[in-house]
């Protein structure tokens, strides 16, 4: 007992003889505690912004684009059309690395020249492009390279990579709440997304994901039994289109040509060569588009 | 020409509208260039005969695709067909019209028709004058979403085993196929 006297004596001796600089101050550690949490969370939030996408998020950004392109252009009547091109879209995507998605197909009651996928797997092809296609093994090549974007997620990181900034500040600011259920992105979250989609639609891809949806597209073809020749005889007739008879096209806007296409294609022709007498499908094609008006 | 101007007058009808379908017909069909010397072959097959030596450049029109291999024929009126391989084809480089045209009103017209070789192009045009305009990057940031006809295509979406089914309806079997690219750097799972 007689010892924790001198001890508690001798501290405060000790303390009081210490210049007030070098004293123990426990405000400063309360706000170094703070500091630390804070840093703890906007090391947490940015992280949020910079992680990949959940299939979640995707497919919800995603629908947030397939409602604006519904709200652009109208989907086009003819169920037994929409029927059939899904029959054929989900086969195809079958033979993709993400098999399970929600593959869906729309037809656009547009006569120009469009086919587009957005993330998530909804997939769409204008009856402008479907009916100068001759073939359901053409059908399979363009329907090949739209699911090939979605299996390589090429959408979603060219918004992931557009849209940092801006999640960053959005996460930052917390408007959104980064611990809150399913989507930690939340409803303004995932609006930023969609719209950055959007802007990156009307721009277009680079042409290395172009390029490379071409040469996977004409693979999925090939896993699915068709002739692989399809893709290439769609660009060799997108290659011959006119552009003043078949009105704006905003996917032939924003792709490279055609031709320089083809040239890439060309790369893997021992490869195509080998599946080329698969069979095309022309008669079941045919019938549909022949009860089309 | 066999055609005397007093021929009644439903013959003459006749004879203008088998043109008219005729060279709808022939409007329609794709214009290619060969991008290199090729063959053009009696058969989709490279051991088939050669029924002509094509240089680089040639215009043809496309007829029929098969596999790896395109039927053309070319653009002169007594022009041969034969296939010639897909990937020696590429569409045409867009020129500016320079000399002028060969005769004018009907005669000029089917002086095109049957012997034009020198292709009218317009350079790439605006829609706004054809009116098609389709979907512009304007109209898509600007439209209202519609929700409703994204329900609707959800629903008319096909499920795994009912696209299966439609493809072996159409003896579509599905195949092993390598991804060339990922072949080359052997890379793990480059069949899936």
């Given at each position: 007992m007689k010892n924790v006297w001198i001890v508690i004596v001798l501290a405060a001796l000790l303390g009081a003889s210490l210049p007030a600089s070098a004293q123990f101050d426990f405000s400063k550690l309360n706000k170094l505690g703070d500091a630390l949490k804070k840093g703890q969370d906007v090391a947490k939030k940015a992280s949020e912004a910079t992680r990949e996408l959940t299939e979640a998020e995707e497919v919800e950004a995603g629908d947030g684009m397939a409602a604006s392109f519904l709200g652009a252009v109208p989907l086009h009547p003819d169920a037994e059309l929409q029927r059939y091109v899904n029959r054929v879209g989900r086969w195809v995507a079958t033979?993709?690395?993400?098999?399970?998605?929600k593959w869906s197909f729309a037809v656009l009651d547009t006569p120009t020249i469009n086919a587009f996928a957005v993330p998530g797997g909804t997939i769409f092809i204008s009856v402008g492009l479907l009916k100068r296609l001759k073939s359901e093994s053409e059908l399979a090549g363009v329907l090949g390279h739209e699911v090939a974007h979605v299996m390589q997620r090429h959408h979603v990181k060219a918004i992931q990579a557009a849209a940092k900034t801006d999640l960053m500040k959005m996460i930052g600011s917390e408007v959104?709440?980064?611990?809150?259920?399913?989507?930690?992105?939340?409803k303004e979250g995932i609006k930023l997304l969609t719209s950055t989609g959007l802007t990156i639609m009307s721009k277009g891809l680079d042409k290395a994901d172009e390029f490379e949806a071409d040469r996977i597209g004409a693979v999925l073809a090939a896993r699915a039994?068709?002739?692989?020749y399809g893709l290439v005889a769609v660009l060799q007739m997108l290659a011959a289109v006119k552009q003043e008879e078949s009105g704006f096209s905003l996917m032939m806007s924003t792709h490279p040509t055609p031709n320089d296409r083809l040239t890439e294609l060309e790369k893997f022709t021992s490869t195509l060569d080998r599946f080329a007498?698969?069979?095309?499908?022309?008669d079941r094609f045919a019938k549909v588009l022949a009860q089309l008006k | 020409m066999p055609f005397k101007p007093h021929l009644n007058r439903f013959v003459l009808a006749a004879y203008w509208l088998a043109l008219a379908v005729f060279s709808a017909a022939v409007v329609a069909q794709e214009v290619v260039n060969t991008n290199r010397a090729t063959d053009m072959r009696a058969?989709?097959?490279?051991s088939s005969a050669v029924v002509r030596m094509l240089a680089p450049q040639t215009q043809v029109q496309v007829l029929e695709r098969r596999g790896a291999w395109t039927r053309v024929k070319g653009v002169e009126p007594e022009a041969p067909s034969g296939w010639v391989r897909m990937m020696h084809l590429r569409g045409e480089v867009i020129i500016e019209q320079a000399a002028p045209q060969r005769g004018s009103g009907v005669m000029g017209g089917l002086n095109r028709l049957f012997?034009?070789?020198?292709q009218t192009a317009a350079p790439r045009a605006q829609s706004a004058t054809l009116g098609?305009?389709?979907?512009?990057p304007e109209e898509l940031q600007a439209a209202s979403p519609n929700p409703q006809a994204l329900a609707k295509v959800r629903g008319l979406a096909a499920s795994k085993d009912e696209a299966a089914t439609f493809a072996k309806t159409a003896n579509l079997a599905a195949a092993t196929v390598e991804d060339p690219a990922e072949a080359a750097t052997n890379k793990p799972g480059a069949r899936r």
């Open positions: 033979q993709s690395r993400r098999p399970d998605l959104v709440d980064a611990r809150s259920g399913a989507s930690p992105l939340g039994g068709y002739d692989p007498a698969q069979p095309q499908v022309e | 058969a989709p097959d490279d012997g034009g070789s020198q098609i305009r389709g979907l512009s």
